[in-house]
Structures are given as structure tokens and as C-alpha cells.
């Protein structure tokens, strides 16, 4: 008895290795399985974060698929086939990608699942943010693209069509702006960045949209006010700490040729408390936005520092707003 034991276990072992992937039993007529790679639930109707790693580095990773030897596997990501294979080896530029992985079987029976990829810019990337007023444009007209070393953007693709920029200056919100072709069609692209050296960066998506998206912006102050040393902007400088909490983000609309900030009426700088040569003056030429989002520190020494300013020199003020 214990030789037929023995017998039948060597026979079985033997019928199982005869595939390398263990699912020799399975055949073309079973539904297929996806048993690796394994992705998270989803949440809120977002399939989860799979993978996060950087744009210089390459996304390789593998399937497990039953039956094995039936069934085809290809990688797809936002909806578009990048590979066939149970192995893939793809570099991505940065952004964020929603990854899928089709399974199909010779008899055409199919499964899928989805996972994120997040893929992070280089520190010294072009890197553009999220602000929904850059992310939804609209044709024909102007635009804006806030982020950090936007200065190497000489030029911004979308849908395949290529758009010069202009780099504005404006601190930590520096940006670029440029104006949206009319002849493209409205719907959601992933843009790319472009530098003169012909280097191109991942830019994320952008929505093409008659409509522009909501403001949430008031007006705290308008009209025409010139910014000299002598005569800082001190028409809000009691009431900005009343008017605002951490958080908001404080815009003045300028135009001029000169240099500005929002200060305390200690005339440092709102967001770090250091004074001049460190405080961070905005240079203006023609049109521009001197903007701040004030954190639990700004509110603090606006208190401690009697209130707020606009310092400077050579520009005017139209409006100031919060959002």
C-alpha cells in the first residue's frame, strides 16, 4: 500500500510540473485569473496607488495569469496599449497614470484590473501644480501654468500641438502663460513640457472646457493705488487680520516697472518674517500678480506687527482679492 502511495504522489507531482507556471489543469475554456500582480481596493471610485517611483527610474514588473498557457496579457495605461507580454520594462515621464492589466484568453474571455502609477519629477524638473484655474482652460483664450523651475519652459504640447510660452516671474508662484490654440477640441490631455534644450517633462493632464473653472475669489479692495517707498499700500493694514485666515491665498493684481511684497506693517515679509535684503521683494514688469497664501505664521505676526502692507516700489495696485 505504501508503494502505490508513493507511486500515485510521484504521478501527480509529475502531471503538475509539466507547466513552468503550475496551471497545467487549467484549460482554454476556464475563465481567466489575474493572481499577480495584486492591486489595491478602490476608493471612492478611484482604483488605489500600485506603484510610486521616480520618472528617471523604470517601471518593471511581471503577471501571473491562469490558465497560463492560454491566455494573453497586455498592459494598458489611460486606456491605451503601451505592451503584450507577462513582462514589461516601460519608462514614463512624470505625472500620474492610471495603469490597467488585461488578461485574454484564446477563446476570448477577458479580466482586468486597475492600479495608480505615480510617477515624481525630478527636484530640478520643470513641475507644474495643481491649481484647478491652470488644469481647466478654455480655447482662445489665456492661460496660466504656476509651478516650480517653470523657468526652463520654452514651450507646452497639447493634443500634439505646440505652444510657446512666456515664463512670468513671482516668487514661489512664479509661472508660465500662454494662450490656448482655439482650433483645439474640448476634452481632458496630458501635456507635456518642453525646455530649450530640447528636453521634454511630463506635465500631467489639462482640461479643455468651454467653461472656466468656478472662482471662489473675493474682492477685498479695487481701484488705482502707486506703490513708492514712501507710500506703501496701507488701506487694508488693520483689517487684513479681520479679513483673512490661514489658508487663504491673498492676490494683488499690479502693473508697473518696479519691485513689491506683502509685509507686515513691520515691513517683513508675510510669510517668513524676515525683513530686507531677505524679504523676498516680487519684481514687476507690465502686468502682474503679487500672490500669497498665508499660513498660521502670517496671522500670527500680522498681529504681533500691526497689521499688513504692500511695500515697494514703482508699480500700482487695481485689486486685491482673497480665495
Given at each position: 500500500?505504501?508503494t502505490?502511495?508513493?507511486?500515485?504522489?510521484?504521478g501527480?507531482?509529475?502531471?503538475?510540473?509539466?507547466d513552468n507556471d503550475?496551471?497545467?489543469t487549467a484549460?482554454?475554456d476556464?475563465?481567466p485569473?489575474i493572481l499577480?500582480?495584486w492591486?489595491?481596493?478602490?476608493?471612492?471610485?478611484?482604483?488605489?496607488v500600485?506603484?510610486t517611483?521616480?520618472?528617471?527610474?523604470?517601471f518593471?514588473d511581471?503577471?501571473?495569469?491562469?490558465?497560463?498557457l492560454?491566455?494573453?496579457?497586455?498592459?494598458?495605461?489611460?486606456?491605451?496599449q503601451i505592451?503584450?507580454?507577462?513582462?514589461?520594462n516601460h519608462?514614463f515621464?512624470a505625472g500620474?497614470y492610471?495603469?490597467?492589466l488585461?488578461?485574454?484568453?484564446t477563446?476570448?474571455?477577458t479580466t482586468?484590473r486597475?492600479?495608480?502609477l505615480v510617477?515624481q519629477?525630478l527636484a530640478t524638473d520643470?513641475t507644474?501644480?495643481?491649481?484647478?484655474?491652470?488644469?481647466?482652460?478654455?480655447?482662445?483664450?489665456n492661460a496660466?501654468?504656476?509651478g516650480q523651475?517653470m523657468?526652463?519652459?520654452t514651450?507646452i504640447t497639447?493634443?500634439?500641438?505646440?505652444?510657446p510660452v512666456t515664463?512670468?516671474e513671482?516668487?514661489?508662484?512664479?509661472y508660465?502663460?500662454?494662450v490656448v490654440?482655439a482650433t483645439?477640441?474640448?476634452g481632458a490631455y496630458r501635456?507635456?513640457l518642453?525646455?530649450a534644450?530640447?528636453?521634454?517633462?511630463?506635465?500631467?493632464?489639462?482640461?479643455?472646457s468651454?467653461e472656466p473653472?468656478?472662482?471662489?475669489?473675493e474682492?477685498l479692495?479695487?481701484?488705482?493705488?502707486d506703490?513708492t517707498w514712501g507710500?506703501?499700500?496701507?488701506?487694508?493694514k488693520?483689517?487684513f487680520k479681520?479679513?483673512?485666515v490661514?489658508g487663504?491665498?491673498?492676490?494683488?493684481?499690479v502693473?508697473?516697472?518696479?519691485q513689491?511684497?506683502?509685509?507686515?506693517a513691520?515691513w517683513n515679509n508675510?510669510?517668513?518674517g524676515?525683513?530686507?535684503?531677505?524679504?523676498?521683494?516680487i519684481?514687476?514688469?507690465?502686468?502682474?500678480?503679487l500672490e500669497?497664501t498665508?499660513?498660521d505664521?502670517?496671522?500670527?505676526?500680522?498681529?504681533?506687527q500691526?497689521?499688513?502692507?504692500f511695500?515697494?516700489?514703482?508699480?500700482?495696485i487695481?485689486?486685491?482679492?482673497?480665495?
Amino acid at each position: 500500500m505504501a508503494t502505490i502511495a508513493v507511486a500515485l504522489s510521484m504521478g501527480m507531482l509529475s502531471a503538475c510540473s509539466e507547466d513552468n507556471d503550475g496551471y497545467i489543469t487549467a484549460s482554454e475554456d476556464d475563465f481567466p485569473q489575474i493572481l499577480l500582480p495584486w492591486f489595491g481596493d478602490w476608493k471612492n471610485g478611484e482604483p488605489a496607488v500600485y506603484k510610486t517611483f521616480a520618472r528617471d527610474v523604470a517601471f518593471v514588473d511581471s503577471a501571473t495569469v491562469t490558465p497560463a498557457l492560454h491566455t494573453t496579457v497586455t498592459w494598458r495605461v489611460d486606456g491605451e496599449q503601451i505592451h503584450e507580454g507577462k513582462k514589461i520594462n516601460h519608462t514614463f515621464l512624470a505625472g500620474n497614470y492610471v495603469l490597467e492589466l488585461v488578461a485574454t484568453t484564446t477563446k476570448g474571455k477577458t479580466t482586468s484590473r486597475k492600479g495608480k502609477l505615480v510617477v515624481q519629477a525630478l527636484a530640478t524638473d520643470p513641475t507644474p501644480g495643481n491649481d484647478i484655474k491652470d488644469r481647466q482652460v478654455v480655447p482662445g483664450q489665456n492661460a496660466k501654468l504656476h509651478g516650480q523651475n517653470m523657468d526652463q519652459v520654452t514651450m507646452i504640447t497639447i493634443n500634439g500641438v505646440e505652444i510657446p510660452v512666456t515664463f512670468v516671474e513671482n516668487g514661489d508662484k512664479s509661472y508660465v502663460k500662454y494662450v490656448v490654440p482655439a482650433t483645439l477640441p474640448l476634452g481632458a490631455y496630458r501635456i507635456t513640457l518642453t525646455d530649450a534644450a530640447g528636453n521634454v517633462y511630463g506635465g500631467d493632464m489639462i482640461t479643455i472646457s468651454n467653461e472656466p473653472p468656478t472662482s471662489t475669489e473675493e474682492t477685498l479692495w479695487e481701484g488705482s493705488f502707486d506703490v513708492t517707498w514712501g507710500t506703501p499700500f496701507d488701506l487694508l493694514k488693520e483689517q487684513f487680520k479681520n479679513l483673512v485666515v490661514p489658508g487663504n491665498t491673498v492676490r494683488a493684481y499690479v502693473s508697473g516697472d518696479g519691485q513689491g511684497a506683502m509685509t507686515t506693517a513691520w515691513w517683513n515679509n508675510i510669510l517668513t518674517g524676515l525683513g530686507d535684503p531677505n524679504r523676498g521683494d516680487i519684481m514687476i514688469s507690465g502686468d502682474a500678480v503679487l500672490e500669497y497664501t498665508l499660513t498660521d505664521l502670517s496671522l500670527e505676526l500680522m498681529n504681533a506687527q500691526d497689521g499688513a502692507l504692500f511695500v515697494g516700489n514703482g508699480y500700482t495696485i487695481n485689486k486685491i482679492t482673497k480665495e
